[in-house]
T-cell receptor, first 112, second 110 residues
Framework: NAGVTQTPKFQVLKTGQSMTLQCAQD?????MYWYRQDPGMGLRLIYYSASEGTTDKGEVPNGYNVSRLNKREFSLRLESAAPSQTSVYFC???????????FGDGTRLSIL | DAKTTQPPSMDCAEGRAANLPCNHSTISGNEYVYWYRQIHSQGPQYIIHGLKNNETNEMASLIITEDRKSSTLILPHATLRDTAVYYCIVRKGGSEKLVFGKGTKLTVNP
């Protein structure tokens, strides 16, 4: 019963490198989300996908792109990583947008 | 979405009830109150949510005042594993967004 799986768990990048964070859910959920969490802060929504084939910007989308590859998978891409993007990234999903979200365990990303 | 105000930290003795308050004085009629918690550096975990009536599940109880301007999350018998940051979130029905504040750091002491 995996729930929401994020890969990798840890990653170190150099400024300017590109990276794709992967997220997959096995609960047949329609909606998926990407958040970032900075030290001492709550989570902030980067992008979300209300259903397969749709994506929308959240609170802090600049510097990121997303792909809803299929119903199970929602990836987050950093095209040119910047130190300000050092953060913990969480993926979440729910059956529909008005229902509780289930979160993965996060990807810890450091950009030097 | 309405803003919420929570105390930054609270302590509770193991085995006692933990009562976590949340003020949401600007809540509107179609906004739900959600509670999540985050243990150490794990992903947030859903606890409970409600609109008007009090709610109870296997994890906790949620008490919402009659005017809906505040609520209390109750963990009836806190354990050390309940030490976490607890987030109170107000969310519109049908909205995709969860807006996380800084939450309350609950420490359960032996």
């Amino acid at each position: 019963n995996a729930g929401v799986t994020q890969t990798p768990k840890f990653q170190v990048l150099k400024t300017g490198q590109s990276m794709t964070l992967q997220c997959a859910q096995d609960m047949n959920h329609n909606s998926m989300y990407w958040y970032r969490q900075d030290p001492g802060m709550g989570l902030r929504l980067i992008y979300y996908s209300a259903s397969e084939g749709t994506t929308d910007k959240g609170e802090v989308p600049n510097g990121y792109n997303v792909s809803r590859l299929n119903k199970r998978e929602f990836s987050l891409r950093l095209e040119s990583a910047a130190p300000s993007q050092t953060s913990v990234y969480f993926c979440a999903s729910n059956p529909r947008s008005n229902q509780p979200q289930h979160f993965g365990d996060g990807t810890r990303l450091s950009i030097l | 979405d309405a803003k919420t105000t929570q105390p930054p930290s609270m302590d509770c003795a193991e085995g006692r009830a933990a009562n976590l308050p949340c003020n949401h004085s600007t809540i509107s009629g179609n906004e739900y109150v959600y509670w999540y918690r985050q243990i150490h550096s794990q992903g947030p975990q859903y606890i409970i949510h409600g609109l008007k009536n009090n709610e109870t599940n296997e994890m906790a109880s949620l008490i919402i005042t009659e005017d809906r301007k505040s609520s209390t999350l109750i963990l009836p018998h806190a354990t050390l594993r309940d030490t976490a940051v607890y987030y109170c979130i107000v969310r519109k029905g049908g909205s995709e967004k969860l807006v996380f504040g800084k939450g309350t750091k609950l420490t359960v002491n032996p």
